[in-house]
């Protein structure tokens, strides 16, 4: 079984208490709940087992490790996408058992639909979330969430009309206008140049703090995670052993403890920073593949 371990790593500096690090009050149950999730392609051979993680609301949560240790396949069980050969998830006590515009969820692709306008691709999300809302309601908040992503000069564009970087902010204002309970962010920067990628993650940060949205975010950017995490999940891969197959899970819960109003300018310059950042490269670069010790 893999259990949640936090890690909250040394830190010579003032710094924010670190953040509720996925342990729920004892008077408030955890938001989002994953227990002994499995999920197996090969028979015998699962990408992972025993994935034990809660989130808490308002949490930004992030999870790193190599290609093929199943981050992707985990979001889309939470996402209800997939479903778990074994385990379950439970949102705000509740089974997901399949897509539900309670959770928004922003891939890669950015999936617009190429024959809308910027204002249509999103006001087809928010009519279909709140279908009694009359036009006026359903262009403000189509208006708040382009506004929020710098958009609205490009408002009544198409996607073929706008660059790599437009089209991903229109997605994330898409998966933010439907203000789910929970946004499911697969790597969504990973196309875009580092100059554009900076600017959109200072948006959605910003975007996160006024909304205090819920996210869990799969990234393999280890700056873009300590920058908007609270906690960071590290994941290692299956693995043949002398003893046999051994799964992939989560190896270990890292506690930022870095403070909330980090900034990407000033992220290298913090107190901890380096320690923290040392603590993940050194995970991927001995423990993810060789199988950490869980
Ligand atoms: N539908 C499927 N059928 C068979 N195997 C699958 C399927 N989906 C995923 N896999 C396998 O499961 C493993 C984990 O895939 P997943 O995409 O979740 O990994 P990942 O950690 O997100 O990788 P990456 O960082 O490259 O996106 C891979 O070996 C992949 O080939």
């Known amino acids: 079984m893999w259990s949640e371990r936090v890690a909250p790593l040394p830190v010579n500096g003032p710094v924010e208490p670190a953040p509720a690090a996925g342990l729920a009050r004892a008077d408030q149950p955890a938001f989002l709940k994953v227990e002994g999730l499995a999920r197996t392609f090969v028979p015998g051979k699962p990408v ?6 809660t989130l808490d609301r308002g949490e930004f949560v992030c999870i790193i490790g190599h290609s093929g240790c199943g981050k ?24 997901v058992a399949g897509p539900g515009l309670e959770r928004g969820v922003v891939f890669q692709g950015h999936a617009l639909m190429p024959w809308l306008t910027v204002r249509r691709n999103i006001a087809f999300a928010v009519e279909s979330r709140w279908p009694d809302w009359s036009r006026s309601e359903v ?36 998966a933010f206008a439907i203000q789910p309970k929970m946004l499911l962010l697969d790597e969504p920067f990973g196309a875009l140049d580092a100059l554009t990628r900076g600017t959109i993650q200072d948006e959605l940060l910003s975007i996160v703090r006024e909304t205090q949205q819920t996210v869990f975010m799969i990234t393999h950017d280890v700056d873009e995670a300590i920058l908007l995490a609270d906690r960071i999940l590290l994941m290692s891969n299956g693995r043949e052993t002398p003893a046999g197959y051994a799964p992939g899970g ?34 991927l670069v001995s423990r993810a593949r060789a199988g950490a010790d869980h």
Not at 48 to 53: E, I, L, N, R, Y
Not at 72 to 95: C, I, P, Q
């Open 48 to 53: 992972f087992a025993g994935v034990d993680f």
């Open 72 to 95: 992707t396949t985990v979001l889309n069980v939470l996402a209800g996408l997939d479903h778990a050969s074994a385990g379950h998830v439970l949102m705000d006590g509740r089974e």
């Open 139 to 174: 262009n403000r908040q189509v208006e708040r969430f382009v506004g929020m992503v710098g958009l609205l000069p490009a408002i009544d564009k198409k996607p073929s009309e706008l660059s790599g970087g437009m089209k991903q902010r229109v997605g994330i204002a898409r």
């Open 250 to 283: 989560i190896a270990e819960v890292v506690g930022n403890t870095l403070p909330r109003t980090r900034t990407r300018a000033g992220l290298h310059h913090l107190p901890g920073y380096y320690e923290l950042r040392n603590h993940i490269v050194d995970f």
